[in-house]
């Protein structure tokens, strides 16, 4: 048996499929399903990255269910519509409409439309069940077909739609439409489905497998180029507060409010200590107090013993930074410190403990504070160590 043949027989895909189509697919497989399974392992105790692994998890099993639904569908047999075969489309298009469910509940909580979408995404998981009992109301299997392709078409037009109102609503960079057009991709590859289910045609139907395919390839390409991204999918932890994108936007407005309260004109240092002020800083920075995530210009004041008005003040005269460059600044040091001492640490997991809630709050400091990506930080300075290393062995010998 080749590796063609048992790329081919792994994946169910079809006969008539090219080499090239069954590499991408196999591929798509298995990097969704390392994606779930990397979702539900490093972020367990957070509902949106639980959310995702299943995303992931079910456009995996959606691949895998592609050849079998087009050898299916260009049967003769899909006429008789027995059991078996309402069936497998009940659970083949619930496993395709539950993840674009949980996109669009994602989307209406960042436009604020609902305060908790965590209860209606996994509450969409039970469009499967709803699905497979809905097969069996429809007078034959196309029929179920047709309508199924219909909704999962409009439900792909109103993500996409909604993806773009959201990103010109909060001024989001335009990387972000790369996810509208992973909708419209979406939407031909379900219009190109039809049009085979209507003609009987392998070749057209093969389009669901061809498409999709490479979009979760391009997912991967696009979160390794701009980590961060999927962030926009934004949701919140088990104890109710709000994750990534839309804390990061309330976090920045915070941040400029605070800058603004920090320039008066008069000294609002007149009679304080400052030997002591920077005694508490200098003890700060030591004890790694910026470690902390939840770290707000309000707690930085009460450990130096000011107000918000006379520590912002401070920071912005003495230190040259305001808060969120001073906070970024030493978590960007650490981070450096980390990645020279504990190299065999993945960037994610130093990025969290040195205070970062997202890749792309720790993507953004280390291109502000350092000009590169966290990638090429580390590969330089493993370089630089590296070096050090080979001196050191070269002056002993």
Known sequence: MTVIDFLKDFVLIHEGASTYLICVHACAILMSFLGGASEFYKYRNTYLNLTRGWVAFAVCACLILNNESVSLLISPEIVASNSYHRFFFGVYYGLMISPCLSNIFSNMYLLKVVKNPEPYCNASILMIPALMILSFLFPDTLSFVYFADFLLLGIEILLGTWSVYAILRLKLSKVYLSLSFMNLMMCASIAFHLLGVMDRSADWLRMI?????????????????????????????????????????????????????ASPKKNLLIGIDLEKIDERFDKFVVDRGFRDEDI???????????????????LNQFKKLNFSEFINYH??????????????????????????????????????FEGISPRELKRKLQKRTLKIHYALSESSS
């Open 296 to 314: 707000r210009l309000p707690d930085f004041a009460a450990y130096l013993g000011l107000s918000v008005h006379q520590a912002s003040y401070y």
């Open 331 to 368: 978590r960007v040091e650490e981070v450096k410190r980390m990645l020279r001492d504990h190299g065999n640490l993945n960037l994610l997991e130093i990025a969290l403990t040195c205070g970062f809630n997202s890749t792309a709050s720790f993507h953004r400091a280390v291109m502000k």
């Open 209 to 261: 497998s061809w498409i999709p395919s490479h979009m979760v390839l391009f997912c991967i390409l696009l979160e390794y180029n701009r980590p961060g991204i999927f962030a926009f999918q934004v949701g919140s932890d088990k104890n109710g507060s709000e994750s990534f994108a839309v804390s990061e936007i309330k976090i920045e407005k915070n941040e400029i409010v605070s800058d603004k309260i």
